[in-house]
Each structure stands twice: as structure tokens, then as C-alpha cells.
């Protein structure tokens, strides 16, 4: 007979252990109950013993739950481990009423520093290696049927088994979250379930993890210390796994035994903000729940839980402009309450309000369903933790840059639209390109929606928990934000591997607005080009190194030297490059081809700028456009090369709409060996603006059609994925203008062409009265609201050299 047996009859057993279900509000509901009847003179809670001194943070009015508590080793920050609690946790609950009834609370698991040295040859996973909450009687273990003591046994599951369920959350609502508390019994929950916990753990033993068996030692240890200090009147909240092991009558040395030996590491512990997101199973915690968001509705919810439910998922739906009335919430609860009913349920679950919502509100799609699950279901609440909790010196920094910045971190996406022009756009802009070169990824720069300056920025901003790790781990960097980024850009410079890095790294300085770093970065930059001969490297580095220039106007950067280095970056390239596209294979070519295009666009923003700031490089695009005609010509250079060269030489108004027709006439002649015509022509008409060249330039469609009714049938079979990669790139309105022209043969004069008729866009002439239409809606986008005198063609004219 177990000693809760023995008591059964005389009131709880001495010591009260109530074994929970952590994440559990049908548990931090009975906690509360059984603690207000009890009345200890002490709490003991399953947790590190090194956060008692955190403990009374929690009665802080800035304290908003959900939080965790975070431990990581003093000299490797990484190494760290979380205990997440939610307003509905048990261990939650049992801290709260300790501190209201002014009663001590104590942490009893393992300690930190044990838990986090335990596996030095890697950091332990999170919420394992440090496991409290641990998946005891929280559905987090090994899911199916247990094999024996070598498989790691999830109760829930097993116990779900047992009466006859086959979903672990099905059972435990119906035993637990729909029953209440006890009538007149706050303590018959947690006997019960002490009961059917030391049935599994005559079975199962340890449950397939030794290291339970440590920390239940810890935990008698520390009980037996209370129970000195303060009589048997002493409550124990932990996971009902561990309650029979906390019962089970064990000698002091047994325990001590167990203890010895065990490995040390210097820890730090402070509590951090925690999300709904993170508390969910699915994002990779052990002891997590399906549905934050639900329980904790549950939890708070005094009185018609499900009423108030479908009440707060017709609001969400209704957000999204969904036609959701309160005739909708009546059928949805009446539905709800019928198919749990029909499923002999004590009351509808989570699975009866979600089939009722997806047939009532939802009309039968899941696609709406799916946002009630994220927003709801498992929500986006972000907790808070108080200024006067411990942090490291960079982490307080950041807190005060996101006070004064107004930018607050919020646990659901949003995107972030910042005007460089205004100081604290620009503030905002620095502070996250600063945190992204630490490591901590708090925002994600986006595209920028209407418009393509550079004094506008678009970023997603979402607040992870685990950046509060990143951000102590970034803490040896220095200690603020600022410091600590400097720090981090000239390490990354020192040991950047390859001349593309480090070229990439000036761009974050300037972005960063890394004044000191700077020039540490610049010098080492100069040193790699100088010594890297490789054209592939340099013709990599040159685009991030001449997108860095454009920020100068902007952030008030003075980019002279960066000028310089580009300069002389790129006319290393224009020297190596003819010579490094002769004798390449299909990938080598393509690759190189990516090269050129990203060069050519670099020389385009470099040009101007060295003018100015590099006298000695003046010139750049009269020289770039001579290695293009240069690889135009060379048959060495593999197909696509050549033909990219010709097009680039075109686009730039360097090569004659009919000398181009010439040099693909020559490319496509037949003594060409089909595939590298193809490649010629994917290099030509490939990328952007290719297809609407052949649409404007029918002879040069014409060109490509008598080639390819000329190729074999055995040759056509191998160009074909070529062309097919090619043209399938092109917008469904290009592709279909393609085909209308060669349905009447390109290139042949018709009536149609000679007339427009019947080919829309095409006219003999110039229509100036249209072209004249469209002209004060260019003015606006230019910003224009000048008159200018000339009309016509004339202002049209103007107007593009306005807006170039």
C-alpha cells in the first residue's frame, strides 16, 4: 500500500506532492485549489535551484507571463537552456500564491550548472538538457506504444491507452480540463494521478532516461532540507512523473551517490520574454503543448468557455473581412455542444469547436481555419519581463535603443517601412543592420514596396525568444551595440576566408554606419584584391562592393577609398576576364554568365563615382564595353557568354539593332553546332527584357524560327530543356504575343504589320497624341508639378532626362 494510501483516510499525504502536468491548466487550476487548502509553510517547485533569487521578479507588475526562465554558461553563452512558464503553468500558479501569501518558494531540480555541463561535447538541446518543465505527463515524450526501459515513455500516452483513447489532448480535456477541480476534494486529482503514475513506474522504471534518476536524488535531497526547516508542512509542485520517485522512501548516502561526480559549468540565469509560438510542440520543445492559445483561453475564461471561444474567433474572422454574424457564434456553440455530446464528452474540446468553425464560419474551407489556428489556437502573445530583471551590459543597451526608438518587440510579424531621410528611420535602420552583424536576427530586410530608392528600407521584424541568447552569446563583443558591432566587423575581417566576405562585410559597415570598422575592413579589402587572382572572386566581390557606394548620399558616409578600391577591382576584371571564358563547360559558363551580368551592372553604378573619386579610372564603361565586344567575338568563349556580350552591347545603344541581327545570323548559321546555338540565344534573349526585344524586333525572331525548323530532330530532343528554360522565363503576355507572330511568320511583311491591324502595340508611326496622354501621369511619378513649355515628343523628352 502506498503511503498515499496510508493518508487517504486522514487528509494528503505528508509531504503534499502535487504532481502536475506542466503547461496544464486543469493542473494550475487544482495547484491553486490544493495550495489554499493546505496552507504550507513552504513551496517546493520543480526548477533550477540558482533562480530562487529571480523568483520574487514575479510578482512585479511589469512581469506579464508567458516568460522563461534562461540559464547559459558564463563562458559559453550558447550553452544555454530554458524552463518556460505561462499564466497558465503550475509552476506559475504555485510562485504566485507564495509570494501573495508571503510563503517561501524554492527551486529543487537539478542545478543548472550540472544540467548544462552534462553533455560538453554539445550543447543540449533546448529544453532537454536542462528539461524542467520536462514531457512528464505532458504528451512531450517518445510518441506510440512503449517497447520497454530502453524507450522513452511518454504517460499521457500510455495512460490515454489505457481508457481507451487514441488522442493524449482528447483525454486529458475530458479527465482533467473539463472536470474541475473536485467537489469538496482539492487534493483527489493529484491522488488519483499519483496512483496511476506509480502503476507506470513499477512498469517502466526510469521511463528510458537515466537522467531522471539524478534529478529525483536532487529533489529528495532538497525536500528532506525543507522538511527540516519547516516541518511536513510542505507542498511539492512537479511533474507527476516524478511524484512516486519523490515518495519512495531512499537513504540520504543512495542519493548523494548519485549526485557525485557530476560535471560543473559557470552559469548566469535571468528570466526572458517568452511567446505562445515557442510554447507549442510543433516549434521543437520537449515539454510543449498543440494549443497555447486554447489552454490559455481555458485558463482565464471564468465562466462559458466555449460561448466566449467562438466569440473571440468570429472577431478574427470578421478582421478578415469574412461575413461572420452572431447568428454564426448561436450555431457554432449549438453544433459544438451536439458532437460532443454525440462523442461523450463531458464538454466540447478543441476538436468540437474547430469542426464547428470550420462548418459554420468557415463554409467547409480549411484555408480561414488556418488562420483561426495560428492566431488563435496557438497565438502570438509575446510576454515582458521588468527592467530590473539581470541582463548583460549589451542586452540592457539594446533595451534602451528599442525604448527610444519606439521599437517595440512584438512576437507576430510585421513589416517595417523606414524613410532614411528622417533621424529615426534612420536610427531604427542602423540598430538592426548592427544587430543582423552580431547574430541576432530580429529583422529580416524585405523589398520595398513602391519604391526602389536607396533612402527607403522595408524589414520583417519578429521577436524569437532565442535571440535573447544570441544576444548574450554577442555580449563578449563588447557592451553596447554599437561597441559590440565594431568588434564583430573587424573579427569578420581578420578571419573572412574568401574576398567576396570581406567585400560583403564593407557594405554591412556602411549599412551599419561602422565609422571605426571601416577602415580596418577597407584595408584588409585592399590587401585581398590585390593578392586574389582569381576572376570568379573579383568579379563576385565587385557588385557588393559597388552597391556600398550608394549609401553615401543618403547616410552621409564618405565612400572616396571605397571608390578607389572598386575602381581598381574592376579593372582587374576587364584584364582577366576574356581569358578565364575561353574552354568552359555547360555549369562554368552559365556561372560565368551570372558574373558578367552582376559586373555590368556594377560598372553602370561605378561609372559616375569614379569620375569623381577615382580621376585615375576614368572611363570604366568605354573600356567594359570593349572586353564585351571582345568576348562577343572570341570562339573560344562558350555560347551563352557571347551571346549574353552582344545583348549587353545592344541594351547599352553600343551595338546596332542590325548588327546584332548579323552577329545572331552568324551565331545560328548551320555550321553552328546546335546546342551552342542554343546557348547563344538563351545567353541573348535570356534574363529580363529578352522577350519583349523579340517582340519589338521581328527580325531578330525571325532569325531564331528559321533556325529552329532547320535543327534535327535528333539535335532538337538536346536544345530543347535549353529553350524551354529560356522562353518559359518570359510573362504569359509575352509568351503569347511570341506566338501570334510566329503564327504569321516573323519578319515577313504583311498587311497587318504595314497597317497595325490586328497586332496590338504595333503602329507604322509614333502616335504623339497618345504618347501626349500618358504624360501628367509621368509628371506626378516624377514629382514634377512644373510646367514645362515644351509639348509632345519634346516634353516627353524632358521628362526622361528628369527622371534619369
Not at 376 to 388: A, I, R
Not at 679 to 694: D, K, N, P, Y
Request: include cysteine; hydrophobic fraction near 45%; glycine fraction near 10%.
Amino acid at each position: 500500500m502506498s503511503e498515499a494510501e496510508r493518508n487517504a483516510g486522514g487528509g494528503p499525504a505528508r509531504p503534499l506532492l502535487l504532481g502536475v502536468r506542466h503547461h496544464g491548466p486543469g493542473s494550475a487550476r487544482a495547484v491553486r485549489a490544493a495550495l489554499t487548502a493546505a496552507r504550507p509553510r513552504a513551496v517546493l517547485i520543480e526548477g533550477p535551484p540558482e533562480a530562487d533569487a529571480l523568483i520574487p521578479l514575479a510578482a512585479d507588475e511589469e512581469m506579464r507571463p508567458p516568460v522563461a526562465l534562461l540559464a547559459h554558461a558564463v563562458d559559453e553563452p550558447g550553452r544555454s537552456a530554458f524552463w518556460p512558464l505561462a499564466e497558465f503553468s503550475p509552476e506559475w500558479v504555485a510562485i504566485r500564491w507564495a509570494l501573495e501569501h508571503d510563503v517561501p518558494a524554492r527551486f529543487i531540480d537539478l542545478p543548472a550548472t550540472h544540467s548544462l555541463a552534462w553533455e560538453r561535447g554539445g550543447a543540449p538541446e533546448e529544453g532537454t538538457g536542462a528539461d524542467a518543465p520536462a514531457p512528464e505527463a505532458s504528451g512531450g515524450g517518445t510518441e506510440g506504444e512503449p517497447q520497454g526501459p530502453d524507450v522513452r515513455v511518454d504517460p499521457l500516452a500510455v495512460l490515454a491507452e489505457a481508457a481507451g483513447y487514441d488522442d493524449p489532448e482528447r483525454w486529458w480535456e475530458d479527465v482533467v480540463e473539463h472536470r474541475g477541480v473536485g467537489a469538496g476534494d482539492a487534493f483527489a486529482p493529484f491522488t488519483a494521478l499519483e496512483e496511476a503514475m506509480a502503476a507506470l513506474r513499477e512498469t517502466y522504471g526510469s521511463g528510458g532516461d537515466d537522467r531522471d534518476l539524478v534529478r529525483e536524488a536532487h529533489m529528495r535531497l532538497q525536500m528532506r532540507a525543507a522538511l527540516k526547516e519547516f516541518g511536513e508542512d510542505v507542498a511539492v509542485v512537479c511533474g507527476a512523473w516524478h511524484v512516486p520517485a519523490l515518495r519512495r522512501r531512499t537513504t540520504v548516502s543512495a542519493d548523494r551517490a548519485l549526485l557525485r561526480g557530476l560535471p560543473r559549468v559557470k552559469t548566469d540565469m535571468t528570466w526572458v520574454p517568452w511567446t505562445y509560438r515557442r510554447l507549442a510542440r510543433a516549434s521543437g520543445y520537449g515539454a510543449g503543448i498543440d494549443s497555447p492559445g486554447w489552454y490559455g483561453h481555458l485558463f482565464g475564461a471564468r465562466d462559458r468557455p466555449v460561448e466566449r471561444w467562438l466569440t473571440r474567433v468570429a472577431g478574427l474572422l470578421r478582421e478578415e473581412d469574412r461575413m461572420v454574424s452572431s447568428a454564426h457564434v448561436i450555431e457554432a456553440v449549438r453544433l459544438a455542444e451536439t458532437l460532443a455530446a454525440m462523442r461523450g464528452r463531458p464538454l466540447p474540446g478543441l476538436s468540437e469547436t474547430t469542426d464547428a468553425v470550420r462548418a459554420v464560419m468557415c463554409e467547409g474551407s480549411d484555408v480561414p481555419l488556418a488562420l483561426v489556428h495560428d492566431r488563435l489556437v496557438v497565438g502570438d502573445v509575446l510576454g515582458e519581463v521588468p527592467p530590473s530583471a539581470p541582463a548583460v551590459p549589451l542586452q540592457r543597451d539594446l533595451t534602451r535603443l528599442q525604448r527610444r526608438l519606439r521599437l517595440k518587440p512584438e512576437a507576430l510579424e510585421r513589416e517595417l517601412e523606414l524613410d532614411l531621410r528622417k533621424e529615426t528611420d534612420g536610427e531604427r535602420s542602423r540598430l538592426l543592420h548592427r544587430l543582423r552583424l552580431l547574430g541576432v536576427g530580429w529583422g529580416e530586410p524585405a523589398s520595398s514596396r513602391g519604391s526602389t530608392g536607396t533612402f527607403r528600407e522595408t524589414w520583417r521584424l519578429r521577436w524569437e525568444p532565442e535571440l535573447s541568447v544570441r544576444v548574450a552569446e554577442a555580449g563578449v563583443w563588447g557592451t553596447t551595440v554599437l561597441a559590440a558591432a565594431t568588434a564583430r566587423a573587424e573579427a569578420d575581417a581578420t578571419t573572412a576566408q574568401g574576398l567576396a566576405e570581406v567585400t560583403g562585410l564593407a557594405e554591412h559597415c556602411l549599412l551599419a554606419d561602422l565609422a571605426r570598422a571601416l577602415p580596418v575592413v577597407m584595408r584588409i579589402l585592399a590587401d585581398r584584391a590585390a593578392l586574389d587572382t582569381d576572376v570568379g572572386h573579383l568579379a563576385q566581390a565587385l557588385p557588393a562592393l559597388v552597391r556600398s557606394l550608394r549609401y553615401g548620399d543618403v547616410r552621409g558616409t564618405d565612400t572616396g577609398a571605397l571608390t578607389e578600391v572598386a575602381a581598381g577591382l574592376a579593372e582587374r576584371v576587364f584584364v582577366g576576364l576574356p581569358p578565364a571564358c575561353a574552354a568552359l563547360d555547360a555549369d562554368a559558363a552559365d556561372a560565368m554568365r551570372r558574373h558578367v551580368d552582376a559586373v555590368h551592372g556594377a560598372v553602370g553604378l561605378l561609372g559616375d563615382a569614379a569620375e569623381t573619386a577615382a580621376p585615375a579610372h576614368t572611363g570604366l564603361r568605354d573600356r567594359w564595353h570593349g572586353v564585351l565586344r571582345v568576348l562577343s567575338a572570341r570562339d573560344t568563349v562558350p555560347g551563352v557568354i557571347r551571346g549574353r556580350a552582344v545583348r549587353l552591347l545592344l541594351d547599352d545603344g553600343e551595338v546596332e539593332a542590325g548588327d546584332a541581327a548579323r552577329l545572331m545570323g552568324l551565331a545560328l548559321s548551320p555550321g553552328t553546332p546546335p546546342a551552342d546555338a542554343a546557348a547563344w540565344i538563351e545567353g541573348f534573349v535570356g534574363g529580363g527584357g529578352g522577350g519583349m526585344l523579340l517582340v519589338h524586333d521581328e527580325r531578330l525572331l525571325a532569325l531564331i524560327d528559321g533556325w529552329l525548323t532547320g535543327v534535327s530532330a535528333e539535335a532538337f530532343t538536346d536544345v530543347l530543356p535549353l529553350l524551354r528554360r529560356t522562353f518559359s522565363a518570359y510573362e504569359p503576355g509575352v509568351r503569347r504575343t511570341l506566338g501570334e507572330l510566329v503564327r504569321r511568320a516573323p519578319g515577313e511583311p504583311s498587311r497587318a504589320r504595314a497597317t497595325g491591324a490586328g497586332i496590338p502595340g504595333f503602329a507604322p508611326e509614333l502616335d504623339a497624341g497618345r504618347a501626349d496622354a500618358v504624360l501628367p501621369v509621368v509628371r506626378l511619378l516624377l514629382g514634377r508639378d512644373d510646367t514645362v513649355e515644351a509639348t509632345g515628343v519634346g516634353e516627353g523628352h524632358e521628362l526622361a532626362g528628369a527622371g534619369a
